[in-house]
């Protein structure tokens, strides 16, 4: 496969050695004379790589790769900057706007088809990772969501076949539990729908720029409002009130919509009581915190999970499933995750094994 390269220079002169360079070294450069040109090319047919110079006319080099990165169409490609500045602090500036690596005039040939190389070999990696994660996803979906399907909905059918053949016989106490069995399984299956439909909607608004800007400009003023109903709804459905213990600071408004506030609350606080014993304290507290950012965290007393297992966290995992049996898709943790993510928000999970979780999110304020 021929890579095409990307060389944004007002510079003719280097443009042109440098394009020379990588046509030799087996590449198909596209050269831009500044950063407008060099976006634009870029958004019409994105290439494996990008060489940008750092001072230049109308779009500078940092002010390139910031609009770059805005864009979800460009914002993965590997960014290189070239700059005749070899300070420590231009070199720190341009790995902070997100730069994968950094040339300084004058390199070597050597210098710029070794960089070139190195970045294209890491980008073919995580690529191969990322195929190789869909496949396990893919995989996932196939073995766990038919099953989890499959179970409600085995009991709606056979608690309603008991109700058509025996209803006369039943005391009116027996219908009622058989007509409560329904009910309850057609809520799990409803939740797993919902979830399973959640899911997909966050994944294709984080592929797609415009929706995540738009998603990002939504704002909840019911914030101590949302949290406390939230986590009371979830307790109280996993039978859990009596454990959970809610404090949440009032909020003129956090950068989060209020239904995806609530969602993430909810699937954090019915995940706290689902891997918690009866009895244990579920805590959840909402509280301004540093740096313009709204905190809120969710603690349970439960097992717990090793490095390996929060490092693996994603859609359809359930840990140690093996070991402790229990109905879900393992999808609320993840659901919570990608809200906070798509809202910019932090998300951090920790864990001790025998001992609890606490999982930390942290919200912008607008």
Do not use: W
Request: glycine share 10%.
């Amino acid at each position: 496969m021929t890579h095409r390269i990307l060389v944004i220079d007002d510079e003719p002169t280097v443009r042109g050695m440098v394009a020379r360079i990588l046509k030799k070294g087996g590449y198909v450069p596209v050269e831009a004379e500044d950063g407008e040109e060099g976006v634009s090319l870029a958004r019409k047919e994105p290439p494996a790589l990008i060489l940008c110079d750092v001072l230049m006319p109308r779009q500078d080099g940092y002010g390139t790769l910031e609009r770059l990165q805005a864009d979800a169409s460009t914002s993965a490609i590997p960014f290189i900057f070239m700059t005749g500045k070899g300070e420590l602090g231009d070199v720190r500036k341009g790995m902070n706007f997100g730069a994968d690596d950094y040339l300084t005039k004058p390199f070597t040939r050597q210098q710029l088809l070794d960089a070139v190389a190195t970045r294209l070999e890491r980008r073919a990696k995580i690529e191969q990772a990322s195929r190789e994660r869909m496949d396990e996803l893919r995989g996932k979906i196939m073995y766990v969501l038919p099953h989890e399907l499959r179970t409600p909905l085995t009991a709606i059918l056979g608690l309603a076949e008991l109700l058509v053949c025996d209803a006369e016989a039943m005391e009116a106490d027996r219908v009622a539990d058989v007509a409560q069995g329904i009910l309850d399984s057609g809520e799990r299956l409803s939740r797993i729908i919902e979830n399973y439909l959640i899911y997909s909607q966050i994944e294709l608004i984080a592929s797609d720029s415009q929706r995540l800007e738009d998603l990002r400009g939504h704002v909840t003023t019911t914030v101590s409002v949302d949290i406390v109903e939230a986590a009371g709804a979830a307790a109280r459905n996993a039978g859990r009130e009596e454990d959970l213990a809610v404090t949440a600071e009032e909020s003129s408004a956090v950068a989060v919509s209020d239904d995806n506030l609530r969602k993430l609350i909810g699937e954090l606080t019915d995940n706290a009581c689902k891997f918690s014993p009866p009895g244990a304290a579920v805590t959840v507290t909402g509280k301004h915190g540093v740096g313009g950012r709204y905190d809120v965290q969710i603690s349970d007393h439960g097992r717990g999970m090793s490095e390996d297992e929060v490092a693996g966290i994603g859609a359809y995992s359930q840990f140690r499933r093996d070991t402790f049996e229990q109905p879900g898709t393992g999808l609320g943790l993840v659901i919570a995750k990608r809200l906070a993510e798509v809202h910019g928000a932090s998300f951090e999970v920790i864990s001790r094994p025998g001992e609890g979780t606490t999982v930390a999110v942290g919200f912008a304020l607008p």
